[in-house]
């Protein structure tokens, strides 16, 4: 299976077997992914090596404004899509499988997971896997020890506070915290 025919799968959410040729995808990409977080994570990069190690692991050009703090950690790599002055800080675990897309000007705290894949509920099946996308919209700030599980879309301006889990949907230009995270204020936009 090739990778783009993988990505159009996933797009769809549908069930992904524990036997089937899109599991076996997961395990090959994963030991490229493994292959160049460890370059990135194991040695001193400069910022631009940074990009273009990121890159290689994404499949895609990313933008000279990234920014990096390793280790990072991914068991994939080629579903994530970076905007502009995007940055990571160290310890985080991106599983992109299902896709990861972030904005513009996104702050992503230490050790932020982003999940994609659920398991099936029945037992009998637990190996079984559904992909469901993330998207975090532009201006976000993402606080430490966050966790965004699959399916959530986190909206333009809001901020999620220190050890949050994210279950669901989250409002433009609002702070939500907590487990399960919900609102707890509005912000006010205001012109420099």
């Not at 050790?111 to 469901?132: G, K, S």
């Not at 301006?157 to 609002?174: E, F, L």
Request: net charge positive; proline share 4%.
């Amino acid at each position: 299976m090739d990778l783009e025919k993988f990505l159009k799968y996933m797009e769809t959410g549908q069930k992904v077997e524990s036997d089937s040729e899109i599991c076996k995808m997961f395990h090959t990409a994963s030991q490229d992914a493994i292959k160049i977080t460890m370059e990135l994570n194991n040695k001193y990069n400069s910022p631009q090596k940074i990009v273009e190690i990121f890159s290689e692991l994404t499949g895609k050009k990313v933008d000279k404004s990234f920014r990096l703090f390793p280790p990072f950690f991914t068991d994939f790599g080629k579903n994530i899509t970076l905007g502009k002055n995007v940055f990571i800080n160290a310890g985080c675990k991106f599983q992109d499988q299902g896709g990861i897309t972030i904005g513009d000007n996104v702050l992503i705290g230490h050790n932020v997971v982003i999940a994609t894949l659920n398991h099936d509920f029945n037992p009998e099946n637990r190996a079984a896997m559904y992909p469901q996308k993330v998207t975090i919209g532009n201006n976000v700030w993402i606080g430490s020890n966050s966790t965004i599980l699959p399916g959530v879309t986190v909206g333009d301006g809001a901020i999620i506070g220190a050890g949050s889990v994210v279950t669901k949907d989250v409002p433009a230009n609002c702070i939500v915290a907590g487990n399960p995270a919900k609102v707890i204020r509005n912000i006010t936009v205001t012109n420099k």
